[in-house]
Protein backbone atom coordinates (compact mmCIF):
# COMPACT_ATOMS: atom_id res chain seq x y z
CA UNK A 1 0.00 0.00 0.00
CA UNK A 2 2.14 3.16 -1.43
CA UNK A 3 1.68 6.38 0.21
CA UNK A 4 0.30 7.41 3.80
CA UNK A 5 -3.34 7.47 2.18
CA UNK A 6 -5.24 8.82 -1.12
CA UNK A 7 -3.21 11.22 -1.47
CA UNK A 8 -0.65 9.21 -2.53
CA UNK A 9 -3.09 8.30 -5.79
CA UNK A 10 -2.62 10.79 -9.23
CA UNK A 11 -6.25 10.91 -10.95
CA UNK A 12 -9.52 9.21 -9.86
CA UNK A 13 -10.24 12.05 -7.81
CA UNK A 14 -14.44 11.24 -8.13
CA UNK A 15 -13.57 7.43 -7.17
CA UNK A 16 -11.15 8.48 -3.89
CA UNK A 17 -14.28 11.05 -2.99
CA UNK A 18 -16.58 8.36 -3.28
CA UNK A 19 -14.33 5.94 -1.37
CA UNK A 20 -13.78 8.47 1.93
CA UNK A 21 -17.94 9.25 2.09
CA UNK A 22 -17.81 5.48 2.41
CA UNK A 23 -16.03 5.05 4.74
CA UNK A 24 -17.23 8.24 6.64
CA UNK A 25 -20.60 7.58 6.57
CA UNK A 26 -20.33 3.55 7.11
CA UNK A 27 -22.41 3.25 4.05
CA UNK A 28 -20.17 0.55 2.54
CA UNK A 29 -21.29 -1.69 -0.15
CA UNK A 30 -20.42 -5.15 -0.09
CA UNK A 31 -19.13 -5.50 -3.53
CA UNK A 32 -17.68 -3.38 -5.97
CA UNK A 33 -16.21 -3.38 -9.33
CA UNK A 34 -13.07 -1.63 -10.22
CA UNK A 35 -12.57 -1.57 -14.11
CA UNK A 36 -9.61 -0.29 -15.49
CA UNK A 37 -6.61 -1.11 -18.04
CA UNK A 38 -3.83 -2.85 -16.36
CA UNK A 39 -1.44 -0.35 -14.88
CA UNK A 40 -4.65 2.38 -14.08
CA UNK A 41 -4.14 1.89 -10.29
CA UNK A 42 -7.22 -0.88 -9.73
CA UNK A 43 -4.46 -2.43 -7.52
CA UNK A 44 -3.80 0.62 -5.51
CA UNK A 45 -7.08 1.82 -5.11
CA UNK A 46 -8.22 -1.59 -3.70
CA UNK A 47 -5.59 -1.57 -1.31
CA UNK A 48 -6.21 1.98 0.21
CA UNK A 49 -9.95 1.51 0.29
CA UNK A 50 -9.06 -1.70 2.42
CA UNK A 51 -6.92 -0.73 4.46
CA UNK A 52 -8.98 2.73 5.08
CA UNK A 53 -12.16 0.69 5.80
CA UNK A 54 -10.22 -1.38 8.70
CA UNK A 55 -8.06 1.70 9.89
CA UNK A 56 -8.03 2.64 13.90
CA UNK A 57 -8.10 6.51 13.39
CA UNK A 58 -11.10 8.14 12.96
CA UNK A 59 -10.15 9.28 9.60
CA UNK A 60 -11.78 8.82 5.86
CA UNK A 61 -8.45 7.28 4.91
CA UNK A 62 -5.57 5.00 5.87
CA UNK A 63 -3.45 6.82 8.71
CA UNK A 64 -0.37 4.75 7.87
CA UNK A 65 0.45 4.62 11.67
CA UNK A 66 -2.22 2.22 13.57
CA UNK A 67 -1.32 -1.74 13.86
CA UNK A 68 -3.85 -2.43 11.24
CA UNK A 69 -2.84 -0.11 8.22
CA UNK A 70 0.81 -1.16 9.09
CA UNK A 71 -0.29 -4.69 8.43
CA UNK A 72 -2.24 -4.14 5.64
CA UNK A 73 0.81 -2.04 4.20
CA UNK A 74 3.04 -5.17 4.71
CA UNK A 75 0.10 -7.39 3.18
CA UNK A 76 -0.18 -9.52 6.15
CA UNK A 77 -3.25 -8.25 7.45
CA UNK A 78 -5.83 -11.38 8.08
CA UNK A 79 -9.10 -9.40 7.73
CA UNK A 80 -7.67 -8.36 3.76
CA UNK A 81 -7.46 -11.55 1.87
CA UNK A 82 -6.16 -10.87 -1.70
CA UNK A 83 -7.31 -13.83 -3.93
CA UNK A 84 -4.87 -15.36 -6.13
CA UNK A 85 -5.10 -17.76 -8.77
CA UNK A 86 -2.46 -20.37 -10.32
CA UNK A 87 -2.97 -19.84 -14.12
CA UNK A 88 -2.28 -16.40 -15.39
CA UNK A 89 -5.26 -16.47 -17.88
CA UNK A 90 -7.78 -18.32 -15.67
CA UNK A 91 -9.23 -18.52 -11.82
CA UNK A 92 -10.68 -22.26 -11.79
CA UNK A 93 -13.75 -22.77 -9.28
CA UNK A 94 -11.37 -24.59 -6.93
CA UNK A 95 -9.54 -21.68 -6.59
CA UNK A 96 -12.50 -19.74 -5.98
CA UNK A 97 -14.09 -21.79 -3.69
CA UNK A 98 -10.99 -22.33 -1.53
CA UNK A 99 -10.45 -18.55 -0.65
CA UNK A 100 -13.83 -17.13 -0.90
CA UNK A 101 -16.90 -19.44 -0.88
CA UNK A 102 -15.49 -21.57 1.84
CA UNK A 103 -13.88 -18.53 4.37
CA UNK A 104 -16.46 -15.98 4.04
CA UNK A 105 -18.44 -17.09 6.59
CA UNK A 106 -15.75 -16.84 9.37
CA UNK A 107 -15.88 -13.63 10.97
CA UNK A 108 -13.29 -10.96 11.15
CA UNK A 109 -10.57 -11.99 13.34
CA UNK A 110 -9.34 -8.64 14.18
CA UNK A 111 -12.05 -5.90 12.63
CA UNK A 112 -15.23 -4.67 11.74
CA UNK A 113 -15.40 -5.80 7.81
CA UNK A 114 -13.78 -8.68 5.96
CA UNK A 115 -12.29 -7.97 2.64
CA UNK A 116 -11.84 -9.92 -0.46
CA UNK A 117 -9.97 -7.98 -3.03
CA UNK A 118 -9.97 -10.58 -6.49
CA UNK A 119 -7.86 -8.81 -9.31
CA UNK A 120 -8.01 -10.49 -12.57
CA UNK A 121 -11.91 -10.82 -11.64
CA UNK A 122 -12.81 -10.97 -15.24
CA UNK A 123 -10.71 -14.52 -15.73
CA UNK A 124 -13.05 -16.17 -13.36
CA UNK A 125 -14.15 -19.03 -15.81
CA UNK A 126 -18.11 -19.51 -15.39
CA UNK A 127 -17.81 -22.16 -12.93
CA UNK A 128 -15.79 -20.07 -10.73
CA UNK A 129 -18.09 -17.15 -11.09
CA UNK A 130 -21.53 -19.51 -10.76
CA UNK A 131 -20.05 -20.67 -7.81
CA UNK A 132 -19.56 -17.47 -6.67
CA UNK A 133 -22.68 -16.01 -7.12
CA UNK A 134 -24.52 -16.99 -3.96
CA UNK A 135 -21.46 -14.87 -2.35
CA UNK A 136 -22.20 -11.70 -3.81
CA UNK A 137 -25.67 -12.12 -3.74
CA UNK A 138 -26.00 -12.90 -0.13
CA UNK A 139 -22.69 -12.17 1.62
CA UNK A 140 -22.72 -11.88 5.73
CA UNK A 141 -22.85 -8.37 6.36
CA UNK A 142 -19.53 -7.70 7.28
CA UNK A 143 -17.85 -8.78 3.88
CA UNK A 144 -16.53 -6.35 1.32
CA UNK A 145 -15.79 -7.72 -1.92
CA UNK A 146 -13.68 -6.22 -4.42
CA UNK A 147 -13.71 -7.08 -8.17
CA UNK A 148 -10.74 -5.89 -10.17
CA UNK A 149 -11.28 -6.32 -13.80
CA UNK A 150 -9.63 -5.31 -17.62
CA UNK A 151 -12.67 -6.79 -18.92
CA UNK A 152 -15.49 -5.85 -16.86
CA UNK A 153 -18.03 -7.32 -19.70
CA UNK A 154 -16.44 -10.93 -19.18
CA UNK A 155 -17.88 -11.01 -15.86
CA UNK A 156 -21.66 -12.48 -15.70
CA UNK A 157 -24.24 -9.72 -15.91
CA UNK A 158 -25.65 -11.02 -12.42
CA UNK A 159 -22.03 -10.36 -10.72
CA UNK A 160 -21.62 -7.32 -11.98
CA UNK A 161 -25.28 -5.86 -11.40
CA UNK A 162 -24.63 -6.96 -7.62
CA UNK A 163 -21.58 -4.89 -7.63
CA UNK A 164 -21.02 -0.69 -7.90
CA UNK A 165 -18.78 -0.15 -10.38
CA UNK A 166 -16.35 2.40 -10.89
CA UNK A 167 -14.67 3.22 -14.52
CA UNK A 168 -11.23 4.34 -13.95
CA UNK A 169 -10.67 7.06 -16.27
CA UNK A 170 -7.09 8.11 -18.16
CA UNK A 171 -5.07 10.26 -16.05
CA UNK A 172 -4.67 14.43 -17.44
CA UNK A 173 -0.91 14.06 -19.07
CA UNK A 174 0.13 17.18 -16.42
CA UNK A 175 -0.34 14.92 -13.59
CA UNK A 176 1.37 11.65 -14.95
CA UNK A 177 4.12 14.00 -16.48
CA UNK A 178 4.15 15.12 -12.41
CA UNK A 179 4.03 11.82 -11.10
CA UNK A 180 7.16 11.11 -13.23
CA UNK A 181 9.34 13.83 -12.52
CA UNK A 182 8.12 13.61 -8.81
CA UNK A 183 9.01 10.22 -8.23
CA UNK A 184 11.59 9.04 -10.91
CA UNK A 185 13.37 12.31 -11.16
CA UNK A 186 12.66 12.32 -15.29
CA UNK A 187 13.52 15.44 -16.94
CA UNK A 188 10.83 17.27 -18.62
CA UNK A 189 11.60 16.03 -22.32
CA UNK A 190 11.55 12.35 -20.73
CA UNK A 191 8.45 12.62 -18.59
CA UNK A 192 6.53 14.06 -21.37
CA UNK A 193 7.38 10.69 -23.86
CA UNK A 194 6.65 8.26 -21.35
CA UNK A 195 3.25 9.73 -20.19
CA UNK A 196 2.67 10.39 -23.93
CA UNK A 197 3.22 6.54 -24.33
CA UNK A 198 1.27 5.87 -21.36
CA UNK A 199 -1.70 7.54 -22.43
CA UNK A 200 -3.84 8.30 -19.06
CA UNK A 201 -2.41 5.33 -17.43
CA UNK A 202 0.45 5.92 -15.16
CA UNK A 203 2.02 2.19 -14.56
CA UNK A 204 2.53 2.02 -17.92
CA UNK A 205 4.00 5.14 -18.33
CA UNK A 206 6.51 4.38 -14.98
CA UNK A 207 6.88 0.77 -16.22
CA UNK A 208 8.43 2.42 -19.89
CA UNK A 209 10.78 5.06 -17.67
CA UNK A 210 12.03 1.73 -15.61
CA UNK A 211 12.86 -0.54 -18.26
CA UNK A 212 16.18 -0.27 -19.90
CA UNK A 213 14.68 -2.47 -22.48
CA UNK A 214 12.49 0.31 -23.82
CA UNK A 215 14.86 3.28 -23.80
CA UNK A 216 16.96 1.29 -25.93
CA UNK A 217 13.28 0.94 -28.38
CA UNK A 218 13.14 4.51 -28.42
CA UNK A 219 15.90 4.80 -29.88
CA UNK A 220 16.06 2.07 -32.37
CA UNK A 221 12.57 4.25 -33.52
CA UNK A 222 14.74 6.99 -34.13
CA UNK A 223 17.62 5.28 -36.01
CA UNK A 224 14.75 3.88 -38.21
CA UNK A 225 13.19 6.81 -38.69
CA UNK A 226 16.12 8.81 -39.78
CA UNK A 227 17.18 6.11 -42.17
CA UNK A 228 14.04 4.67 -43.33
CA UNK A 229 13.95 6.78 -46.34
CA UNK A 230 17.19 5.58 -48.42
CA UNK A 231 16.44 1.86 -46.93
CA UNK A 232 16.55 -0.85 -49.58
CA UNK A 233 13.57 -3.57 -49.48
CA UNK A 234 16.56 -5.96 -48.43
CA UNK A 235 17.59 -3.59 -45.35
CA UNK A 236 13.59 -3.52 -44.53
CA UNK A 237 13.68 -7.26 -44.40
CA UNK A 238 16.79 -7.49 -42.05
CA UNK A 239 15.01 -4.29 -39.70
CA UNK A 240 11.60 -6.92 -39.67
CA UNK A 241 13.64 -9.83 -37.97
CA UNK A 242 15.82 -7.96 -35.27
CA UNK A 243 11.82 -6.86 -34.75
CA UNK A 244 10.65 -9.82 -35.06
CA UNK A 245 13.00 -11.52 -32.25
CA UNK A 246 11.08 -8.93 -29.55
CA UNK A 247 7.42 -10.03 -30.87
CA UNK A 248 5.97 -9.93 -27.46
CA UNK A 249 7.31 -5.67 -27.87
CA UNK A 250 6.15 -4.69 -31.05
CA UNK A 251 3.04 -3.04 -30.08
CA UNK A 252 5.18 -0.59 -28.04
CA UNK A 253 6.91 -0.13 -31.06
CA UNK A 254 4.02 0.92 -32.99
CA UNK A 255 2.42 3.07 -30.20
CA UNK A 256 6.04 5.25 -30.60
CA UNK A 257 6.29 5.14 -34.34
CA UNK A 258 2.39 6.69 -33.82
CA UNK A 259 3.63 8.85 -31.53
CA UNK A 260 6.69 10.21 -33.58
CA UNK A 261 4.14 10.62 -36.68
CA UNK A 262 1.95 12.80 -34.63
CA UNK A 263 4.48 14.37 -34.09
CA UNK A 264 5.62 15.18 -37.76
CA UNK A 265 1.69 15.94 -38.34
CA UNK A 266 1.44 18.26 -35.86
CA UNK A 267 4.50 20.48 -36.62
CA UNK A 268 3.30 20.27 -40.27
CA UNK A 269 0.07 21.99 -39.51
CA UNK A 270 0.33 24.43 -36.49
CA UNK A 271 4.68 24.71 -36.52
CA UNK A 272 4.54 23.63 -32.82
CA UNK A 273 7.69 22.61 -31.68
CA UNK A 274 6.95 22.92 -27.85
CA UNK A 275 4.34 20.76 -28.29
CA UNK A 276 5.90 17.72 -29.59
CA UNK A 277 7.00 14.58 -27.76
CA UNK A 278 10.59 13.84 -29.50
CA UNK A 279 11.96 17.31 -28.67
CA UNK A 280 15.21 16.50 -28.88
CA UNK A 281 14.53 15.61 -33.09
CA UNK A 282 13.25 18.56 -33.99
CA UNK A 283 15.35 19.06 -37.15
CA UNK A 284 14.33 15.40 -38.28
CA UNK A 285 10.62 16.15 -37.57
CA UNK A 286 10.58 18.95 -39.38
CA UNK A 287 12.23 17.69 -42.69
CA UNK A 288 10.07 14.87 -42.66
CA UNK A 289 7.18 17.29 -41.97
CA UNK A 290 8.44 19.08 -45.30
CA UNK A 291 8.47 15.97 -47.48
CA UNK A 292 5.27 14.54 -46.31
CA UNK A 293 2.02 15.65 -47.53
CA UNK A 294 -0.85 15.17 -45.35
CA UNK A 295 -2.28 12.51 -47.44
CA UNK A 296 0.99 10.87 -46.90
CA UNK A 297 0.53 10.95 -42.85
CA UNK A 298 -2.87 10.02 -42.77
CA UNK A 299 -1.95 6.66 -44.58
CA UNK A 300 0.72 5.92 -42.46
CA UNK A 301 -0.99 6.68 -39.00
CA UNK A 302 -3.61 4.48 -41.16
CA UNK A 303 -1.29 1.68 -41.49
CA UNK A 304 0.18 1.73 -37.78
CA UNK A 305 -3.65 0.99 -36.93
CA UNK A 306 -3.94 -1.32 -39.46
CA UNK A 307 -1.03 -3.19 -38.77
CA UNK A 308 -1.88 -3.49 -34.64
CA UNK A 309 -5.09 -4.59 -35.69
CA UNK A 310 -3.48 -7.63 -38.00
CA UNK A 311 -1.05 -8.81 -35.43
CA UNK A 312 -3.77 -9.09 -32.85
CA UNK A 313 -5.26 -11.25 -35.12
CA UNK A 314 -2.38 -13.13 -35.58
CA UNK A 315 -1.71 -12.96 -39.55
CA UNK A 316 2.01 -13.50 -40.75
CA UNK A 317 4.14 -11.47 -38.13
CA UNK A 318 7.22 -10.45 -41.04
CA UNK A 319 4.43 -10.06 -43.26
CA UNK A 320 2.37 -7.50 -41.52
CA UNK A 321 5.74 -5.79 -40.25
CA UNK A 322 7.76 -5.37 -43.68
CA UNK A 323 4.21 -4.04 -45.20
CA UNK A 324 4.49 -1.31 -42.61
CA UNK A 325 7.51 -0.40 -42.84
CA UNK A 326 7.31 -0.18 -46.83
CA UNK A 327 4.63 1.97 -46.13
CA UNK A 328 5.84 4.42 -43.83
CA UNK A 329 9.03 4.63 -46.28
CA UNK A 330 6.80 5.37 -49.54
CA UNK A 331 4.88 7.77 -48.11
CA UNK A 332 8.29 9.76 -46.82
CA UNK A 333 10.04 9.64 -50.23
Known sequence: MPGSGFDAVRGH?????????????????????????????????????????????????????????????????????WVTHEKPE??????IRHQVVETVDIRPYESRFKIYIIPDADKMNAQAQNAFLK?????????????????????????????????????????????????LGCSAAEAALYAA??????????????????????????????????????????????????KERIYDFIDLLTLWFRDVLLYKAARDV???IFKNEVSEIRR??????????EEILTALGKAKERLYANV???????LLVLTIRDNLS
Not at 90 to 95: V, W
Not at 158 to 173: E, G, K, N, Q, W
Not at 288 to 297: D, N, T
Not at 316 to 322: G, I, R, S, T, Y
Open 90 to 95: LIKIDE
Open 197 to 246: FGQGNIGRARAAAEDEAFREMIDTAVRLMKSIHDMQVVEIVTTVKILAEK
Open 316 to 322: NFELAVE
Open 274 to 276: DGL
Open 13 to 81: REIIAHMKNAVQTGRVSHAYLLAGEKGSGKKLLAGLFAAALLCESDRNEPCGRCLSCRKAKDGNHPDII
Open 135 to 183: TIEEPPSYAVILLLAENPDALLETVRSRSMRFDLRAVPDREVRGYLAEE
Open 288 to 297: EAASCSYEGL
